[in-house]
């Protein structure tokens, strides 16, 4: 059974540090992974993805992240936070292969940025 | 280029009563995914229409179900409603089963 763990259901930066969030997944299979935004009363929106290739990812707004086969993990990062970064994150998994798109999430990591 | 809408967009159930959650893909999508987001979690799959019938499912009790129409727009129903199913529902829509998931802004339910 696939899994995601998010470590951190909150994380802290000041306005023009480093963001890094972390998830670890578990999977039997190579994964697709994933990352999603959601700001407050709002959907989610595709921030990036891996399915295949190049473990490094890059995707909107600065953000990007790599795929570590080794150490199950696709962390988030982006080198400058800006204020309008703040909002809740996501990384979700779903096995390559599968006949239907079926997201399994994180419980998510809240950003937040101090100016 | 219409996105993913849903409707409504907030609503208050009491117990034991029926609800009936709305979406409309976006244009040129053929797949419709629901999700569950209880406050302080992920989401979680509910269900997947695909061309009018379901195609996959998650762990939630029968008392979910869904519609899919010929115009792809769909419908989640859930029966005899519980305090646990408060949360928010999320509609995402694709082109095909493994489709890029685009979605709603969701519909938020609370049951007293």
């Known amino acids: 059974a696939q899994s995601v763990t998010q470590l951190g259901s909150h994380v802290s930066v000041s306005e023009g540090a480093l963001v890094l969030l972390r998830c670890n997944y578990s999977?039997?299979?190579?994964?697709?992974l994933f990352w999603y935004v959601q700001y407050p009363n709002q959907g989610l929106q595709l921030l990036l993805k891996?399915?295949?290739?190049?473990?490094l990812v890059k995707g909107i707004n600065g953000f990007e992240a790599e795929f570590k086969k080794s150490e199950t993990s696709f962390h988030l990062t982006k080198p400058s936070a800006h204020m309008s970064d703040a909002a809740e994150y996501f990384c979700?998994?779903?096995?390559?292969?599968?006949?239907?798109?079926?997201?399994?999430f994180g419980s998510g990591t809240r950003l937040l940025v101090r100016p | 280029e219409t996105g993913v809408t849903q409707s409504p967009t907030h609503l208050i159930k009491t117990r034991g009563q029926q609800v009936t959650l709305r979406c409309s893909s976006q244009?040129?999508?053929?797949?419709v995914s629901w999700y569950q987001q209880a406050l302080g979690q992920g989401p979680q799959f509910i269900f997947q229409?695909?061309?009018?019938?379901?195609?996959g499912r998650g762990n939630f009790p029968p008392r979910f179900s869904g519609l899919q129409f010929p115009n792809y727009s769909s419908e989640l129903n859930v029966n005899a409603l519980e305090l646990d199913d408060s949360a928010l529902y999320l509609c995402?829509?694709?082109?095909?089963?493994?489709?890029?998931?685009?979605f709603g802004e969701g519909s938020r339910l609370t049951v007293l």
């Open positions: 995402a829509s694709s082109l095909g089963r493994n489709g890029e998931l685009f």
């Open positions: 999977s039997s299979v190579p994964p697709y």
């Open positions: 891996y399915t295949t290739g190049a473990t």
């Open positions: 979700a998994v779903m096995r390559g292969g599968d006949s239907s798109y079926k997201l399994i």
């Open positions: 244009s040129g999508h053929n797949t």
């Open positions: 229409y695909y061309r009018e019938e379901e195609n």
